[in-house]
């Protein structure tokens, strides 16, 4: 196993857009898989409804977010991403939502050729209500790979 270096630790978040969200609720781990975009902001974006995930975040803000690329056993690729969960709200979190749509948009596109249009195609549906917008402020990326 050896260590990624920064820029590609960056580019396999940009091409990618699911993770694995991990965060803490009454002293307990949890984890849970996300759509997220990783913007030229070096931001983690995403959106969810209201629930378990939102109300653990709010409590208690620090995160980690775990991106793979697999292949085979001994070919494979992983970065981890330590943060903290903020809450978006108003027209700053409307305009996260629209480059957050256009993004992932994107990257479907770039990686598997399919353009999508409306957002719930590409991520979960918010059932009731408005969405919850949040992004996370990256303090540390660090990331591993091999190849056989």
Known sequence: M?????????????????????????????????????????????????GHKINALRLNPNVSLEVSEIDAIDKWKSVLVHGVFKELTGSGAKAMLHEFSLGIKEVILNNEGRDLDYIHEFSAKVEAGEPVIYKIEVEEITGKYRIN
């Open 2 to 50: 050896k260590t990624l270096d920064i820029q590609k630790c960056e580019y396999i978040l940009h091409q990618n857009y699911i993770g694995h969200l991990g965060y803490i609720y009454n002293n307990r781990p949890f984890i849970v898989p996300i759509t997220y975009l990783y913007n030229k902001d070096h931001l983690i974006i995403g959106y969810s409804g209201e």
